[in-house]
């Protein structure tokens, strides 16, 4: 199976510099690509200076994750492509086993392997962890990772398992389903975009896979650091999401119980002292609700399925219940 994986890069010499020689010496017979959003650092000065297999995608601008991945993907010949963030670590054996996955199951279209903190090398990482799920309220979680509760890893996620979403710092897909699929929708931007390729593809009866015997290690936060357009884009972004995905005999009720919840969130924020990110969350909702009939044309009316979720309020559970691992919810 013809394997390419694909980085996404806008001015990351410096995580390049980190990261990239692992890569190279434990990713053999695979090709590897750079596609480059019109950076203006040194970054792609350096890959061709010191890694001259890889192959380079340059972009005429900076599109952002979503649209950038699309165009560069266009212009690759795979049977299986692996989106790969620049601030990871790979280790020796992590790409065979998701392969060998695609190769021996037929029906298994979308994977992504263990994702370690690479500071805490024993604890799951936040984005994506064992594999991720969605409420009926489309909250996400993972196993290893249920909002800021993270888990120390003990082999507990070690199995294969079908998940609802996988993880875009590294997300295998096989290339026929990314095309008929359509990629990624370019109006995320950045954040929920590998969610909603995921929940586009679960209503289309295509199944994601979580595999145990993968792992690679994540920095977090090395693409797109924590900062006022990174929690407008969560907030707007997850709206996004549910409009475009959820059952119609849903749609209304969750939207409005999700925009009070936005407010509450909202609130907390102002007693915290966190402008910034309350004024980022009010943008979000009214970016959303200002083009409410746009993203609603956006919707696919048919295959929806009410089976999405196998916890009704992650929310509920984690802050009321406290139960704040995955094991305590399943």
């Known amino acids: 199976m013809k394997t390419a994986v694909v980085i996404l890069n806008w ?14 010496r ?26 001259p297999r890889f192959n380079i995608i340059l972009l005429d601008k900076n599109y952002g994750f979503a649209e950038g991945y699309n165009r560069g993907l266009s212009q690759i010949n795979a049977d299986l492509y692996c989106l790969l963030n620049s601030d990871v670590e ?11 996955v695609f190769i021996n199951n037929k029906n298994i279209s979308i994977a992504q392997p263990i994702i370690l903190d690479l500071n805490k090398k024993n604890f799951f990482e936040y984005a994506g962890a064992a594999g991720g799920y969605i409420d009926s309220l489309g909250y996400p979680y993972c196993r290893g990772r249920i909002f800021d509760h993270i888990e120390k890893n003990i082999g507990q996620y070690n199995n294969n398992e079908k998940i609802f979403w996988a993880s875009g710092a590294c997300f295998f897909i096989r290339k026929d389903v ?8 370019n ?3 950045a ?16 199944k994601a896979i979580s595999v145990g015997n993968s792992k690679i290690f994540h920095l977090g936060g090395g693409t797109l650091p924590n900062s006022s357009l990174k929690w407008f884009l969560n907030f707007r972004n997850s709206l996004i999401l549910l409009i475009k995905n959820l059952p119609t005999n849903k749609l209304l009720k969750v939207l409005f119980i999700r925009l009070i919840m936005d407010i509450i969130s909202s609130i907390q924020f102002i007693f915290k002292g966190n402008f910034s990110t309350f004024k980022s969350i009010i943008r979000a909702n009214i970016s959303f609700y200002s083009r409410f ?28 219940k406290n139960q704040k691992t995955f094991k305590d919810n399943s």
Do not use: M
């Not at 975009?193 to 209503?203: G, P, Q, S, T, V």
């Open 178 to 185: 990314w095309d008929k699929l359509g990629g990624f929708d």
């Open 11 to 24: 001015n990351g010499e410096k995580l390049f510099r980190q990261f990239f020689p692992t890569l190279n």
């Open 191 to 206: 954040h929920f975009e590998e969610i909603d390729l995921c929940w586009r593809a679960f209503n289309q009866n295509y």
């Open 90 to 100: 790979v280790t020796k054996n992590w790409i065979k086993p998701v392969v060998d």
């Open 26 to 51: 434990y990713t053999i017979n695979t090709d590897i690509y750079i596609i480059d959003n019109n950076s203006n650092d040194n970054s792609i000065k350096y890959v061709e200076s010191n890694f």
């Open 187 to 189: 109006d995320f931007f």
């Open 293 to 320: 009939k746009y993203y609603y044309r956006k919707r696919y009316f048919f295959n929806t399925n009410n089976k999405y979720w196998s916890i009704k309020s992650i929310v509920w559970n984690y802050y009321v």
